[in-house]
């Protein structure tokens, strides 16, 4: 998916979530409340359209990063789960 694409599909989604979300948990807060069911399904939200926005190069490279350290972090758990 290009930017475009990504771009059209998020505000595709947002023009129904927006309406969905301040109508059942209320409008957006301007600060994130750990605890607050509000602010808790907008972060929600925000996370599922930044899931698939595209990237550059380097995002992509320090997001692999990160996931192949969570990768050896689980392995060695898992290694000292099974002795």
């Known amino acids: 998916m290009n930017k475009q694409q990504f771009d059209f ?3 595709v989604v947002w023009t129904v979530l927006d309406p969905f ?10 600060d994130f409340e750990f605890g607050c069911e ?8 925000d996370k599922l359209l ?4 595209p990237r550059s190069p380097q995002t ?24």
């Open 38 to 45: 509000c602010c808790e399904r907008w972060r929600l939200a």
């Open 9 to 11: 599909t998020a505000s």
């Open 60 to 83: 992509l490279t320090q997001e692999i990063e990160t996931l192949k350290t969570s990768l050896q972090w689980r392995e060695e758990l898992l290694s000292k789960m099974s002795k």
């Open 50 to 53: 930044a899931f698939d926005s």
């Open 21 to 30: 979300l301040k109508l059942h948990f209320g409008e957006r807060c301007d």
